[in-house]
């Protein structure tokens, strides 16, 4: 079966620069969630949109940004990047509503340096 | 806003053993309740989820959880564990939003390391 696809798999990036990080649902899925997961740490929140608008706003700092564009795919638009944004970024897709299970792709891990 | 706490951060078990990790979280209201495995260096997988009705659900891999209101706790559970469940487990939570239909994110456990030892 199909699964969430993110891309690109590892990001190299240097301090102040800025990434874009891509995710494509799984098809027929409406909803997309955003995650960033720490070494060690548990995923925390950041963003999520149902049907290409923002749903729900979670720990996301001010410097990123996101979307989600007509063909559902999203895209994370991070800026000034700092050493602390070093992390693996989780998105998830599911079918509109709290209650539907969220399915999560392998990652985009993302090393400042 | 919701908080979970997941006890045990790491537990080592042999082969065969009984499980149980415990999750308790803290919301007035109506949650939605996930347990999620995350094998090394892979992503998260959904073991099994509880909405509302029977408050006993099963999952996949021979999981199980039970949802305790009265005790705000969700523990997961499998009466005889194998080697190749050695992962990282997280509870998780979320609200579903008054307007329903949203996309609430959920918020995550600080995790269970769980070895289990040949």
């Known amino acids: 079966a199909a699964g969430v696809i993110q891309s690109p798999r590892h990001l190299i990036k240097e301090k102040r620069e800025t990434a874009t990080l891509k995710c494509y649902p799984i098809?027929?899925?409406?909803?997309v969630y955003w995650y960033q997961q720490g070494p060690g740490q548990d995923p925390q929140f950041l963003i999520s949109?149902?049907?290409?608008?923002?749903?729900d706003k979670g720990s996301i700092p001010d410097r990123f940004s996101a979307q989600q564009f007509s063909d559902y795919h999203s895209e994370l638009n991070m800026s000034s990047l700092e050493l602390g944004d070093s992390a693996l970024y989780f998105c998830?897709?599911?079918?509109?509503?709290?209650?539907?299970?969220?399915?999560f792709g392998d990652g985009t891990r993302l090393s400042i340096l | 806003a919701q908080s979970v706490s997941q006890h045990n951060h790491h537990v080592i078990l042999s082969e065969a053993a009984s499980l149980e990790l415990g999750c308790n979280y803290s919301?007035?209201?109506?949650?939605?309740l996930f347990w999620y495995v995350q094998y090394p260096g892979q992503h998260l997988q959904l073991l099994l989820k509880?909405?509302?009705?029977?408050?006993l659900v099963k999952g996949i891999k021979g999981f199980e959880a039970e949802f305790i209101k009265s005790k705000f706790s969700f523990n997961l559970r499998k009466p005889s564990v194998q080697w190749s469940d050695t992962a990282e487990y997280f509870c998780?939570?979320?609200?579903?939003?008054?307007?329903?239909?949203?996309?609430?994110?959920?918020?995550f456990g600080k995790g269970t390391h769980l070895i289990i030892q040949p």
């Open positions: 998830a897709s599911s079918l509109g509503g709290s209650n539907q299970p969220q399915h």
């Open positions: 098809p027929r899925h409406d909803t």
């Open positions: 949109f149902y049907e290409k608008m923002q749903s």
């Open positions: 919301y007035g209201g109506t949650v939605n």
């Open positions: 509880y909405f509302s009705g029977d408050p």
């Open positions: 998780a939570v979320n609200a579903p939003s008054a307007s329903g239909g949203g996309a609430d994110g959920l918020t």
